[in-house]
């Protein structure tokens, strides 16, 4: 096992890791950039070092600092979270060069199924069913042929990359020109990468995330599935598990599938098959997420199982000490993510509190939210015996929880968990645009 370990991130994500190698006993780094010199991640931390300037690209973005970092320190392994440099099959390739162990997949795999048109085709070889798309397209009037014909409304999609970055939705070919080279700038600011390709867009469709696990033995496993599907701006605003949409039968469908994708590319450490879902219980493979997800906490709140531990602990070449038929589901769990409207300073923070309310975060009274990062100021997440009883329990926590001094969207997240189609279980990726918020 790993005696020390480097967080190449910053905020909750980077507490969430430090936490779970304080419980295994081993040592942390953290790196910030100058704009965190006082946060939280920093001192909670054993040692921390500074990287660069508060822009990603100077700091949290730069591989050869957080490298050196490493090495100066004597951390033995990198675990990089989520975000910046999570899914970089560079800085996977640099962690192995100097003999840093990589706490995730290999960046032949990170690679792999980073080339989401690749996936697919992999994925449509192995007999798992994929949305209907084309290759990799040259033009805007080859995007107009082929949508033709798949059939209007179709999906602009990115090669690389994720976060919703390089996505257009095309309701009919006058849109298609200006949406084709939006879609491709886009991309191509985000990831270096302006490919894109075409998808029929499945409406109405639910978006379902499978959890696995797969140690270096080839055993994977699966943690049941999320139901992702209120988004905002093709960003996750609340996450549940278990799906109301979800039965026996189609879980038990949707895990095959899922083991069989990851095996199929020889995935090992933790992962997550993204599917689509129509309303007539047919879902298909959209892509792989290659690192930890924001959402892993309520697979943990079901399951028992920390996904965090057990990404070290495959990283380190410790098997899984458990199968499929030792996963159980207990309960329901729910996610609503809060995230900043504007920058701010903290005057004032209450967490709510309560048997299994959490509240990951890196806010504390008085942090100065900075602008260079992402908007999620925290994660809400509670669990219960049952939906409605976990239902009753989020909305209580959203009415305690008070973060003044930074715009947020608690209110928001409080008219979603109160609105009818989201009690009642039956809603899809179209909910936020048919509030007329999307």
Known sequence: MFSKILIANRGEVAIRIIRACKEMGISTVAVYSTADKEALHVALADQSVCIGEPAPADSYLNAERIISAALITGAQAI?????????????????????IDFIGPSPEVISLMGDKDRARQIMKEAGIPVIPGTDILKSAEEAKKAAAELGYPVLIKARSGGGGKGIRIVSGPEEMENAFHTAAAEALAAFGDGAVYLE???KPAKHIEVQILADETGNTVCLAEREC????????LVEESPSPAVDDRLRDRMTRAAVKAAKTVGYCNAGTIEFLLDKDNNFYFMEMNVRLQVEHGVTEQI?????????????????????????????????????????????????????????????????????????LLGKLIV????????????????????????????????????????????????????????
């Open 229 to 236: 599907s209120i988004q905002k701006g093709n960003q996750k």
């Open 200 to 202: 029929k867009q499945i």
């Open 79 to 99: 675990h990089p979270g989520y975000g910046f440099l999570s899914e970089s099959p560079r800085f996977a390739e640099l962690c192995r060069k100097n003999n």
């Open 383 to 438: 669990h219960a015996s049952s939906r409605e009883e976990a239902i009753r329990k989020m909305h209580a926590a959203l009415c305690e929880l008070v973060i003044d001094g930074v715009p947020n969207n608690i209110d928001e997240q409080l008219s979603i968990v109160s609105d009818r189609r989201f009690l009642s279980g039956d809603y899809n990726t179209d909910f936020m645009k048919e509030r007329g918020d999307s």
């Open 303 to 375: 399951t028992g199982i920390d996904i965090v531990k057990w990404q070290i602990r495959i990283a380190a070449g410790v098997p899984l000490s458990f199968t499929q038929k030792d996963v159980t589901i207990a309960g329901s769990s729910i996610e609503c993510r809060i995230n900043a409207a504007a920058v701010g300073k903290v005057s004032f923070l209450h967490v709510p509190g309560g048997p299994r309310v959490r509240f990951d975060s890196a806010l504390w009274t008085g942090y100065q939210v900075p602008p260079y990062y992402d908007s």
